[in-house]
């Protein structure tokens, strides 16, 4: 036991040193990249553009602010992969994901206009009890509060609007994208762009959001479009000495909503005429903007909702804000920011912290390099496009590896059964290894301008490639599975640690940044790898010499173990709860200690100080790079309990929807009955593996513990312990292959 604690206490010691010095690093980078301050920040919103509409349109006025901006790929999900606009907005106002209902988002109104029966100031009276004394309101702003209470994120709505107002910052807004005529159920008004600057009240103190925005237009949609003259007039009326004004160029949305009526290709023209008209309103308010004194955000807080999900688009400028490519604390990946972190920034720019709100955001910092501007769009285009690529051959390759590992376990089932060592399966099994990895090193590669066939190429094909060569090594019996294992644990590492972590994003085993799980660090899928992997390969270090092999063994899992869960490299809380507990039992029962309950205890508290520990020293680091871990100790300091179990439920309630939805729920009753049939039926072979490699039995223990514990504390589910199965089963059939069947 002694042994165990001395395991855990350096792995803390280890993990300590790493995040002092990371947090110093941290620190240093954050300072001098931190946001100025500015008396004035003009929020420009155009809700559906994309990096690629920039390159695409004649936009001048938007090219001259984007040129001299910080810039970025925006991931706006919250709830859906197309984040509808009234979602965004709330989420931009509440600093974290929030919600509001498609029928309620819009419903803004200033005071005198007619409104049941009377005008919207005696409703909201008759609502709220007070007087309606800003410009507008949203009317159903309880609804949307309710809303999110009940959301499995329960944001606070309104957090900016309420900081910007504590520290007297003027609040303006100006938008109206109200399909026309209106109809009695108020269905088509859509004044959404209120919700990003309200106060809790549901009221903002300045701006226009009424039908005076609005001038007859009949190449536009619904014969309508923005009067520049009255936008312009309403945003100077707010740009006052200390303020932050938020204009929607409203026809992009208005344009979306016309998408029933008319053809696409009619409807992309639309849609490009509404961009330039956008584009030429801001030049009219740039004519207001003091370039050397004033900050300009772009901001497209929506999902196009026209063809595929798509990240959006990004840009701040403000004065001594050097140009290049934005990242978060929540990304931590250059030219990606999160909607969440719109808010902080802009209260950021205008000293309004944000500190005690309950917020998942965090201020954008320029990362280092880039390019020039051509260079820094050419960039966002190209990652959009991977993303796109990789969310769109997910599914059909995840469905097409299944199928593989299950016909090649029916088939090595059937050999074993009989006593059959095919050798044509010791190929196909290390390729199966193979490929995994090899979907990382496909990020290096541009697929998304190539035909789809190639990167099943380059995956399947030279996977089972890499088996076959790996098969020719003979001599020494399980060394092909040991290069093979060792190239998936070193994939992982090397894009974590040397690579900050480009490999995983927008890769089928990776992360999706239109998807907006993560963008960094090591996710549910690759943790189900790297445990496997590192597992396996205990097996074959525990027989070196005695306390050499056991020496090396735990130097391999403190090394792993510090690689998944160390905030600057793969900040994977999930990881540590369930992959520190299953090393602990691997290496008790390979050290040949009797596992009691109190082995159990010393190493689960052993995973809670380890989790102590790293979540203390990711709040050494600068407030702007703490990974969810901190943000998420950050949360219980400011909510108590409340703020941990919010985190729990929202997990839990991913985690069971992988059980109807995820198609890894296909694979493990399979590959299980496949396993009880060899054991049933050759038991044989499986004993003299056994004899062969006395520590198979325990680290196949640690790796149902991983299993286990993956599937109940990582919102991913199911599919933890079936990636890890997938690996596993080809793993033991290469094993079995090459143990010679006793007499």
Not at 407 to 420: D, E, K, P, S, T
Not at 646 to 668: D, G
Not at 700 to 709: K, N, P, T, Y
Request: with cysteine; proline share 6%; net charge positive.
């Amino acid at each position: 036991m002694k042994r165990a604690c001395f395991a855990a206490a350096t792995f803390a010691v280890v993990v300590m040193i790493c995040g002092f010095g990371s947090a110093s690093a941290a620190g240093a980078a954050a300072s001098s990249d931190a946001l100025p301050v500015t008396p004035r920040v003009l929020v420009i919103s155009l809700p559906g553009v994309t990096w690629q509409d920039i390159t695409e349109n004649n936009v001048p006025n938007l090219r001259s602010v984007i040129d001299g901006s910080a810039v970025a790929n925006l991931a706006v999900r919250v709830a859906r992969l197309k984040t509808p606009v009234g979602d965004g907005y709330t989420t931009v106002g509440a600093g974290t994901r929030a919600v509001a209902p498609r029928d309620q988002a819009g419903q803004a109104f200033e005071p005198k206009e007619r409104l049941e029966a009377d005008n919207a100031a005696a409703v909201y009276q008759r609502q709220h009890g007070h007087p309606l004394r800003g410009v507008a309101a949203n009317l159903r702003i309880t609804a949307i509060k309710s809303a999110n209470r009940h959301s499995q994120y329960q944001a606070t709505v309104a957090a900016l609007g309420d900081a910007l107002a504590k520290e007297g910052v003027q609040r303006g807004v100006v938008a109206n994208a109200d399909v026309v005529p209106p109809l009695p159920d108020l269905s088509t008004f859509h004044r959404e762009a209120l919700l990003a600057l309200m106060g809790s009240d549901g009221q903002v103190p300045c701006g226009a959001v009424g039908s005076e925005l609005l001038t007859p237009d009949a190449q536009s949609a619904f014969g309508v479009a923005l009067d520049p003259n009255a936008v312009e007039q309403a945003m100077v009326r707010c740009w006052q000495r200390r303020s932050v004004v938020l204009v929607e160029g409203s026809d992009l949305p208005r344009t979306e909503s016309y998408a029933s009526d008319v053809p696409g290709a009619r409807l992309r023209e639309m849609w490009r005429a509404a961009l330039v008209r956008t584009d030429q309103l801001v030049g009219r308010l740039l004519r207001h903007v003091d370039p050397a004194r004033d900050a300009v955000v772009l901001v497209a807080p929506s999902a196009p909702q026209m063809g595929a999900p798509h990240l959006t688009m990004f840009a701040v400028r403000a004065p001594g804000l050097r140009a290049g490519l934005l990242d978060s604390g929540v990304t931590r990946q250059a030219g990606f920011v999160s909607i969440v972190d719109v808010a902080p920034t802009i209260a950021a720019l205008v000293r309004a912290p944000m500190v005690d709100q309950n917020i998942e955001g965090r201020p954008v910092s320029v990362a280092r390099g880039g390019g020039d501007a051509q260079q820094r769009i050419h960039f966002l285009v190209t990652a959009d496009a991977n993303a796109g690529f990789r969310d769109g051959v997910i599914t059909p390759f995840y469905a097409t590896f299944i199928v593989i590992v299950l016909l090649f376990g029916c088939v090595a089932a059937i050999c074993l059964r009989f006593g059959r060592s095919w050798r044509v399966l010791e190929p196909i099994a290390l390729g199966l290894i193979a490929i995994p990895p090899l979907t990382y090193w496909a990020a290096m590669l541009p697929f998304r301008d190539w035909p789809t066939a190639s990167y099943y190429l380059f995956t399947f094909g030279l996977g089972f490639a890499i088996g076959g060569v790996l098969s020719l090594i003979r001599r020494r019996g399980h060394l092909p599975l040991v290069l093979v294992l060792s190239f998936m644990v070193a994939t992982i590492a090397i894009s974590v640690v040397a690579l900050d972590s480009r490999l995983q994003l927008s890769t089928v085993f990776g992360d999706s940044p239109v998807v907006a799980g993560r963008f960094s660090g090591v996710n549910n899928v690759t943790f189900s790898q790297l445990m496997i992997a590192t597992l396996l390969l205990a097996v074959f270090l525990a027989p070196l010499r005695p306390r050499l092999g056991l020496a090396a063994v735990a130097v391999l899992f403190v090394v792993v173990a510090l690689i998944d869960g160390a905030p600057m490299w793969g900040a994977d809380v999930g990881g540590v709860l369930a992959g520190f507990p299953a090393f602990g039992l691997a290496f008790t029962l390979l050290a040949g200690w009797r596992v009691r309950l109190r082995t159990v205890l010393w190493w689960g508290l052993g995973t809670i100080g380890a989790v102590v520990v790293l979540g203390l020293f990711d709040l050494t680091r600068d407030p702007s790079h703490r990974t969810h871990l901190g943000r998420l100790f950050e949360r219980i300091g400011n909510q108590g309990s409340g703020g941990f179990f919010t985190v729990v439920n929202r997990k839990l309630n991913a985690n069971l929807v992988t059980l109807s939805h995820s198609v890894w729920r296909f694979t493990i009753m399979p590959i299980v009955l496949l396993a009880l049939y060899v054991s049933w039926r050759a038991p044989e072979r499986f004993v003299a593996l056994r004899s062969r490699l006395p520590a198979l039995a325990p680290c196949l223990i640690g790796i149902a513990a991983a299993a286990v514990l993956g599937y109940a504390l990582n919102d991913s589910g199911i599919a933890v312990p079936a990636v890890m199965l997938c690996v596993l089963m080809p793993a033991m059939v290469f094993l079995l292959i090459r143990t010679p069947e006793p007499a």
